[in-house]
């Protein structure tokens, strides 16, 4: 099992920018994929993007690709997710979370692929 902490959010105005961070301690980081999720006030947990064990791949939903960016540092056992011209909707919890499956082929997306979660970091985006 991995532990998860959440960094980096805040309060930003619409268009602009945010990077959060999911630093994990114990052993299994490398070999696993990656995820944020999000869940807004009163809506489901929904599926942000995700980074493929070694970084060579990455998943967005629609509602981000263009303006989210999913990156890690294997090293420093460091997923981030930079955020850019934020809008109004993109105000929710975020949460990352790491792959219950280590060196998967492909880039997971669904929550029941991901085992270990981290306790959340607010992003709330203003109008």
């Known amino acids: 099992q991995v532990q998860l902490v959440e960094s980096g959010g805040g309060l930003v105005q619409a268009g602009g920018s945010l990077r959060l961070s999911c630093t994990a301690s114990?052993?299994?980081?490398?070999?696993?994929?990656m995820g944020w999720f999000r869940q807004a006030p009163g809506k489901e947990r929904e599926f942000v993007a995700a980074?493929?064990?070694?970084?060579?791949?990455?998943r967005y939903a629609d509602s981000v690709k263009g303006r989210f960016t999913i990156s890690r540092d294997n090293a420093k056992k460091t997923v981030y997710l930079q955020m850019n011209s934020l809008k109004p909707e993109d105000t929710a919890v975020y949460y990352c979370?790491?792959?219950?499956?280590?060196?998967?082929?492909?880039?997971?997306?669904?929550?029941?692929?991901?085992?270990?979660w981290g306790q959340g970091t607010q992003v709330t985006v203003s109008s």
């Open positions: 979370a790491a792959d219950s499956v280590a060196f998967r082929a492909v880039v997971p997306a669904r929550e029941i692929d991901f085992a270990s």
């Open positions: 980074t493929k064990w070694n970084g060579g791949i990455t």
């Open positions: 114990g052993r299994t980081f490398s070999s696993n994929a």
